[in-house]
């Protein structure tokens, strides 16, 4: 079946301005989760979704940053004003979560954002 | 919270002979550690993965070790092939993977014909 998916796959934007991410994940996984990939960095978790809730947002880096995944299926990452250290990879993982088992968690192709 | 040291950085091996990367933890309540290859340009991908109830797991060609008491654990490629080029990353979990995943930094892995 189809993987996660992210779109765009690259976004270029000016400093200060907004931006939005988008997150589809595999068919039926009730976990989502953000992460950030800087060059020649392992990817920094930002944010965990647990069906439409975020259960774990300790990441986020400030308060420019918010997620949402209003249906529990799609999530977008939000970057308001953003800084040229915005600058990165921006992950999308899902996974299928089972509470007594261990879960995989599948990555997207990432989102590579430029500020300028 | 976790934090994850992975080493080496690069290590480039001859073709044929075993490549090992080692990390190490710092939460002992860590249960779930995967590695995972990213070819350049492309996404993480899932290569093998180990929980803290076992010492060693192995797939055909990989296999992963982990030492509880000394909060390591390590992936050991052996008979490198051109395919296994990537960068490798380790991570950890408290809780089994379902919560985040706490990365290393990543070792380039370079097998030379």
């Known amino acids: 079946g189809a993987g996660v998916s992210q779109t765009p796959s690259n976004k270029v934007t000016e400093k200060g301005k907004y931006v939005e991410l988008r997150c589809d994940p595999i068919s039926g996984h009730t976990a989502l989760y953000w992460y950030r990939q800087s060059l020649g960095q392992g990817p920094e978790f930002l944010i965990y979704f647990q069906g439409t809730g975020a259960a774990d947002d300790s990441g986020l880096p400030n308060d420019r940053f918010f997620a949402v995944r209003p249906e529990g299926s799609v999530s977008t990452l939000k970057i308001q004003r953003t800084e040229r250290g915005d600058s990165a990879v921006y992950l999308c993982?899902?996974?299928?979560?089972?509470?007594?088992?261990?879960?995989?968690?599948?990555f997207g192709p990432g989102t590579r954002l430029t500020v300028l | 919270g976790e934090n994850v040291e992975q080493h080496p950085s690069t290590l480039s091996v001859q073709e044929g002979d075993s490549a090992v990367i080692k990390c190490t933890y710092s939460?002992?309540?860590?249960?779930?550690f995967p590695w995972y290859k990213q070819e350049l340009g492309k996404r993480p991908q899932l290569i093998i993965d180990?929980?803290?109830?076992?010492g060693e797991k192995k797939d055909q060609r990989i296999a992963v070790t982990l030492n509880k008491t000394a909060k390591h654990f390590s992936l050991h490629i052996t008979e490198t092939q051109p395919e296994d080029s990537a960068v490798y990353f380790c991570a950890a979990s408290t809780a089994f993977g379902n919560e985040k995943l706490t990365f290393g930094t990543g070792t380039r892995l370079t097998i030379i014909p």
């Open positions: 180990i929980r803290s109830n076992v």
């Open positions: 939460d002992s309540a860590s249960n779930y």
């Open positions: 993982a899902s996974s299928p979560y089972q509470a007594s088992g261990y879960n995989e968690q599948f």
